[in-house]
Every structure is written in structure tokens, then in C-alpha cells.
């Protein structure tokens, strides 16, 4: 089955620096890869996702490239805010539309220095 | 707010007892999936139902069912509890021809 890896397990970051947190996959039929960010007790939190017909995407300060030669993709978070602190997980599946199951990576603790 | 409900948000339980954990997918969505995340497991996909029929099945233990309803949602069963079934359960739903999830806000299973 899939595995997912995903580095650093923690980061801290100066307000208004850039993070980028990696994952790398195994199983070359992955299409798809969201992002999701976990505050403490709180759901996981969809903040942008990739499918494997794209390089990269980018939503205001977040953005996500997908290298499918290498099976590796990775968060960019630009100008970063306290309020970025969190959990953030990547994933991956085999995508086709009636059996989406989402293999998570072990988490990034974020943590932003005011 | 994800439109994904679940209750209950608290359950504290006993060895060996039985509990239900309860979803309701946001309106439209067909599929249902739950989630199990343990301090030191992480997030582990336990099984999917896609409009009342199992889809996919993860790492579940034989102790745990689940069912979809005719109105969409679903139930998590789990029996025999162990201590170490204590953790945060999700489900996510996720509409027809899509594949983005959306996470309810978990139930947190504490067995004592």
C-alpha cells in the first residue's frame, strides 16, 4: 500500500519568514494530494490540494509543487503568521472518483515566532 | 464549519464496553469515510462507505463495524474497548466525482 513521509515533524519560522514542509510518496498511482492543517483538538483543515496533472498551485500565501518523477511534494507558506501555527498534514491517494482513501504523512508542528 | 456533524463530541468509557459513534455527511455527499488519530499512530484510515455500500476497508480491527445509512449517514461501532482504542475518530465525506474530504469535528473516545 501507500506510504507517506513527511519532514520536518517540527519547524519554527520568524513571523513573516517562509516554510516549506516535504512529504515524498510511494506508489506512483497517487493523483492526488491535499494538505490539511490541524489546530489543537480541532478537525483537519483542507488548505489546498494538487492532482498529478499539475506541477503546482498557489492560493494567496500557500502554494504546492508536485515533483511525480521524484514522488515528492511540498507546502510553501510565505510571509507567515502567528496564526499559521498548527499541525499540518500531507496525504495521498489513488484517486478515481468512489475510493478516495487518504494516506497522511506523521504531521509538521508549526510553530511561528512572533 | 465543514457541514460534516458528529456526535458525540465526548465519550468516556470502560475495558470491554461497546460505543456508537455517530456521522452525518455534509447534504449531497455520498461517501463517508472514518479516521481513526492516536498520539502515536497519527491519522489511519479505517473504512469507507460510498452511498450505503462498503468501499474501502484500512487497518480495522475485527472489533470495529460501521454501516451506512439509507439517508447517508454513518455509524461507527466499536466493541470490546481496549485502553488503547482511546482517540480522536473522524469521519470525512466527500460528494460524487470529487475527491476532496471534509472533516467532521471528531469524536473523542477516552477508555478508561
Known amino acids: 500500500g501507500e506510504n507517506v513521509e513527511q519532514h520536518p515533524s517540527t519547524l519554527s519560522v520568524q513571523e513573516g519568514d517562509s516554510a516549506v514542509i516535504k512529504c515524498t510518496y510511494s506508489?506512483?498511482?497517487?493523483?492526488?494530494f491535499p494538505w490539511y492543517k490541524q489546530e489543537l483538538g480541532k478537525r483537519p483543515q483542507l488548505i489546498i490540494d494538487?492532482?498529478?496533472?499539475?506541477g503546482e498551485k498557489k492560493d494567496q500565501r500557500i502554494a504546492v509543487t508536485l515533483n511525480k518523477t521524484a514522488k515528492h511534494f511540498s507546502l510553501h507558506i510565505t510571509e507567515t503568521q502567528p496564526e499559521d501555527s498548527a499541525v499540518y498534514f500531507c496525504?495521498?491517494?489513488?484517486?478515481?472518483?468512489?475510493?478516495?482513501?487518504?494516506?497522511f504523512g506523521t504531521g509538521t508542528r508549526l510553530t511561528i515566532i512572533p | 464549519d465543514s457541514g460534516v456533524t458528529q456526535t458525540p463530541k465526548h465519550l468516556i468509557t470502560a475495558t470491554g464496553q461497546r460505543v456508537t459513534l455517530r456521522c452525518s455527511p455534509r447534504s449531497g455527499d455520498l461517501s463517508v469515510y472514518w479516521y481513526q488519530q492516536s498520539l502515536d499512530q497519527g491519522l489511519q484510515f479505517l473504512i469507507q462507505y460510498y452511498n450505503g455500500e462498503e468501499r474501502a476497508k484500512g487497518n480495522i480491527l475485527e472489533r470495529f463495524s460501521a454501516q451506512q445509512f439509507p439517508d447517508l449517514h454513518s455509524e461507527l461501532n466499536l466493541s470490546s474497548l481496549e485502553l488503547g482504542d482511546s482517540a480522536l475518530y473522524f469521519c470525512a465525506s466527500s460528494g460524487a466525482g470529487t475527491d476532496t474530504q471534509y472533516f467532521g469535528p471528531g469524536t473523542r473516545l477516552t477508555v478508561l
Open positions: 506508489d506512483s498511482a497517487s493523483n492526488y
Open positions: 494538487i492532482r498529478s496533472n499539475v
Open positions: 496525504a495521498a491517494s489513488n484517486s478515481n472518483f468512489g475510493n478516495e482513501k487518504l494516506t
